[in-house]
């Protein structure tokens, strides 16, 4: 069992920055691949970002390419999502994500992922 908690969302100006921190208990958080979600009400949730268990790996949706960089300390049980230059359409609730893999293929899709953080309000004004 993981448990996940966000942190780190907010409002920020287009253009601006934001660190999300994702917290996992329990002793085997580098067993698991780590992902980002965003959601915006009334659509889909969809895929952001993801590494490996060791972080040596990752893999981004087109849209944050060079924008956002996904990455993990395991000593700390905690993986980042920094990001960079924001735009409004990036507006949306930020979740972390887990899903036990010890695999190279990095996978995008949500009901792949086992557990789930509650989600942090990241606000881009433009």
């Known amino acids: 069992q993981v448990q996940l908690v966000e942190s780190g969302g907010g409002l920020v100006q287009a253009g601006g920055s934001l660190r999300l921190s994702c917290a996992a208990s329990?002793?085997?958080?580098?067993?698991?691949?780590m992902g980002w979600f965003r959601q915006v009400r009334g659509k889909e949730r969809e895929f952001v970002a993801a590494?490996?268990?060791?972080?040596?790996?990752?893999k981004y949706v087109d849209s944050v390419k060079g924008r956002f960089t996904i990455s993990r300390d395991n000593a700390k049980n905690t993986v980042y999502l920094q990001m960079n230059n924001l735009k409004p359409e990036d507006t949306a609730v930020y979740y972390c994500?887990?899903?036990?893999?010890?695999?190279?293929?990095?996978?995008?899709?949500?009901?792949?992922?086992?557990?789930w953080g509650q989600g942090t309000q990241v606000t881009v004004s433009s």
């Open positions: 994500a887990a899903r036990r893999s010890d695999a190279i293929l990095i996978v995008a899709t949500t009901s792949r992922y086992n557990y």
């Open positions: 329990g002793r085997t958080f580098s067993s698991y691949h």
């Open positions: 590494l490996t268990s060791s972080g040596s790996s990752t």
